[in-house]
């Protein structure tokens, strides 16, 4: 671990739960990000106690460094129900009203919860799938109630990702942290119970489960926080849920282990997802040698006998339309347009699901 002391020089960009500011370090002017429930709120002037651990090592946390505390007073004490603690054991551990616990006003209606009722729930390795899933969704079915499960592979702050804020602010997610990630609307031991609680005290149609920004990856075959997604896919058949395994594709990344699709899928989904999935998949406006370096891989998939290939159209004017901005790996829609396509194409077939049975339901 590595530490500075700064002084707080200018307020940047704010969005929920974070605090983005200018700070001074020995003279080199440096952002920082603050969680204000964490902290208590900052000012300008003020000295603080900054990690430095990330920046110094240069990964990728955005360039921030992360205010630890003030260093001249005590920050304020929350007070509130609950007593589920997340981030658990570490100095900044929080304490949560855990939507399952027993002062949960919901606690009741999770004690009788055991199914999600075939509810299509998707699921992704990378954060940056998360806004081409809810575009897709959207505009197939504008009218979804989406829930997003943000799980504790990665970043453990949902504050942390300001495309998770953004489309909070849209109106176009209710938000759940499962695990040790902590900030969502609902909190959740575990990703069996966020599920849980996306039917059935959110009343969701679709529940996307996706980790933070941040995910990990060592270029060993099992050393990478995708694995995750495979594990997921358990959870959801016990649950009673209708499974989608998105692919995590490209066909710009540099890294052989990453184009066509990603060894992180095949891995997760041929390994460690034991159940059954559908996995979407899309020729729609892929060049002709991306999606023949994607479909060499489709064997590898099929022959599990456990995941369906599905294949989807209509989402390329859904990803056009997308209000926020689409970006992964420092790649925009157009640089890397497979890698948003195939993750879109899980948010029309989880909508087509649920308006095949709304449809079901009224004949």
Same mark, same amino acid.
């Given at each position: 671990?590595?530490?500075?002391?700064?002084?707080?020089?200018? +307020?940047?960009?704010?969005?929920?739960?974070?605090?983005?500011?200018?700070?001074?370090?020995?003279?080199?002017?440096?952002?920082?990000?603050?969680?204000?429930?964490?902290?208590?709120?900052?000012?300008?002037?003020?000295?603080?106690?900054?990690?430095?651990?990330?920046?110094?090592?240069?990964?990728?946390?955005?360039?921030?460094?992360?205010?630890?505390? +003030?260093?001249?007073?005590?920050?304020?004490?929350?007070?509130?129900?609950?007593?589920?603690?997340?981030?658990?054991?570490?100095?900044?551990?929080?304490?949560?009203?855990?939507?399952?616990?027993?002062?949960?006003?919901?606690?009741?209606?999770?004690?009788?919860?055991?199914?999600?009722?075939?509810? +299509?729930?998707?699921?992704?390795?990378?954060?940056?799938?998360?806004?081409?899933?809810?575009?897709?969704?959207?505009?197939?079915?504008?009218?979804?109630?989406?829930?997003?499960?943000?799980?504790?592979?990665?970043?453990?702050?949902?504050?942390?990702?300001?495309?998770?804020?953004?489309?909070?602010?849209?109106?176009?997610?209710?938000?759940?942290?499962?695990?040790?990630?902590?900030?969502?609307?609902?909190?959740?031991?575990?990703?069996?119970?966020?599920?849980?609680?996306?039917?059935?005290?959110?009343?969701?149609?679709?529940?996307?489960?996706?980790?933070?920004?941040?995910?990990?990856?060592?270029?060993? +075959?099992?050393?990478?926080?995708?694995?995750?997604?495979?594990?997921?896919?358990?959870?959801?058949?016990?649950?009673?849920?209708?499974?989608?395994?998105?692919?995590?594709?490209?066909?710009?990344?540099?890294?052989?282990?990453?184009?066509?699709?990603?060894?992180?899928?095949?891995?997760?989904?041929?390994?460690?997802?034991?159940?059954?999935?559908?996995?979407?998949?899309?020729?729609?406006?892929?060049?002709?040698?991306?999606?023949?370096?994607?479909?060499?891989?489709?064997?590898?998939?099929?022959?599990?006998?456990?995941?369906?290939?599905?294949?989807?159209?209509?989402?390329?004017?859904?990803?056009?339309?997308?209000?926020?901005?689409?970006?992964?790996?420092?790649?925009?829609?157009?640089?890397?347009?497979?890698?948003?396509?195939?993750?879109?194409?899980?948010?029309?077939?989880?909508?087509?699901?649920?308006?095949?049975?709304?449809?079901?339901?009224?004949?």
């Amino acid at each position: 671990m590595t530490w500075r002391e700064g002084t707080v020089v200018e +307020p940047g960009r704010s969005w929920h739960g974070a605090a983005e500011w200018w700070v001074d370090c020995d003279g080199e002017r440096m952002r920082a990000l603050a969680y204000p429930d964490l902290v208590g709120n900052i000012a300008v002037g003020e000295r603080v106690l900054l990690s430095s651990t990330a920046v110094d090592r240069g990964l990728g946390t955005g360039g921030y460094l992360f205010v630890v505390a +003030p260093l001249d007073r005590l920050p304020p004490p929350r007070t509130g129900p609950g007593h589920m603690v997340k981030a658990r054991y570490t100095p900044q551990q929080t304490m949560v009203l855990g939507v399952d616990e027993q002062e949960s006003p919901h606690h009741h209606t999770l004690c009788d919860a055991q199914s999600v009722e075939g509810m +299509p729930c998707v699921v992704a390795d990378l954060h940056s799938a998360l806004p081409a899933i809810v575009a897709a969704a959207r505009h197939r079915s504008p009218e979804l109630t989406i829930a997003y499960i943000h799980t504790d592979t990665a970043a453990l702050p949902l504050a942390f990702s300001r495309t998770a804020a953004s489309l909070v602010d849209r109106g176009h997610i209710e938000t759940i942290t499962a695990g040790q990630s902590f900030g969502g609307k609902y909190e959740a031991v575990n990703v069996h119970t966020a599920l849980l609680t996306a039917k059935h005290v959110v009343g969701a149609d679709l529940a996307i489960i996706v980790q933070g920004p941040g995910n990990i990856g060592t270029g060993t +075959p099992w050393g990478f926080s995708g694995t995750a997604v495979g594990e997921a896919i358990n959870a959801i058949n016990a649950l009673d849920g209708t499974a989608i395994a998105t692919l995590r594709v490209s066909g710009a990344d540099a890294r052989p282990r990453h184009r066509g699709i990603s060894h992180h899928s095949l891995t997760a989904y041929t390994k460690v997802a034991l159940t059954p999935a559908l996995v979407p998949t899309t020729r729609e406006a892929i060049d002709d040698e991306t999606r023949a370096s994607i479909e060499e891989s489709y064997p590898l998939l099929e022959a599990t006998g456990r995941l369906t290939l599905t294949e989807v159209t209509g989402i390329r004017k859904a990803l056009e339309q997308s209000p926020v901005l689409l970006r992964t790996m420092g790649r925009g829609r157009d640089e890397d347009y497979a890698s948003f396509a195939f993750a879109g194409a899980g948010g029309v077939l989880a909508a087509d699901i649920v308006l095949a049975k709304k449809n079901s339901n009224t004949e």
